[in-house]
C-alpha cells in the first residue's frame, strides 16, 4: 500500500482531476497482468483498480473540505480499506472461518493503513518539487 498510495495520489495531485485516480489504477493493473505479476488473473487487476475507484469515490464526497495533507490521508486510508476488503472478499469465497476472515481483514487494515499514510505523507514534499521544476499545471494541486 505505500508505494500504491504513494503513486495514485501524486498522479492525483498533479492533474487535480476526479478519475485520474482510477485511470492510474487500471492501467497500473493491466501493466501487472501483462507482465504477469504473480497467479491472481483477474484478482491482480482488482487489487490495483478496486482501491484506486475507492480513492476516487472518496475523493467526490471529501473534495475541497480539507486541507490538501489531511485529504491524502483520508484517501491514502480509504484506499487501504478498499485494499483489505479485496483480501477479505477473497479469503470468504476460499472457505474460510468468518472470525479468521475478520481478523485478517482488521490486521491488514492496521497494516496497510499505516503504510498508505506514510505514502500520503511524502505526496506534498514530492508535488512541491514537480511544482518548483514547473513541471504540474498552472491550475494544479497547491496546498496554499
Keep these: 500500500m505505500f508505494l500504491m498510495s504513494l503513486f495514485y495520489l501524486v498522479c492525483y495531485g498533479a ?72 483480501s477479505g472478499v477473497q479469503d470468504f469465497l476460499v472457505g474460510m472461518d468468518m472470525n479468521i476472515v475478520l481478523l485478517q481483514f482488521g490486521i491488514n487494515c492496521l497494516s496497510g493503513g499505516a503504510f498508505a499514510v506514510l505514502g500520503a505523507l511524502l505526496v506534498p514534499l514530492i508535488l512541491k518539487r514537480l511544482d518548483a521544476h514547473d513541471l504540474l499545471m498552472k491550475n494544479g494541486m497547491r496546498d496554499k
Excluded: E, H
Design 15 to 86: 492533474t487535480n482531476k476526479v478519475g485520474s485516480i482510477t485511470l492510474c489504477g487500471l492501467l497500473s493493473g493491466m501493466l501487472a497482468m501483462i507482465l504477469g505479476v504473480g497467479k491472481g488473473g483477474l484478482f491482480i487487476l482488482l487489487k490495483f483498480t478496486l482501491p484506486a475507484i475507492a480513492m476516487d469515490i472518496g475523493l467526490l464526497f471529501i473534495g475541497t473540505l480539507f486541507s490538501l495533507k489531511v485529504r491524502l490521508i483520508l484517501l491514502a486510508l480509504i484506499g487501504s480499506v478498499a485494499w483489505a476488503l479485496k
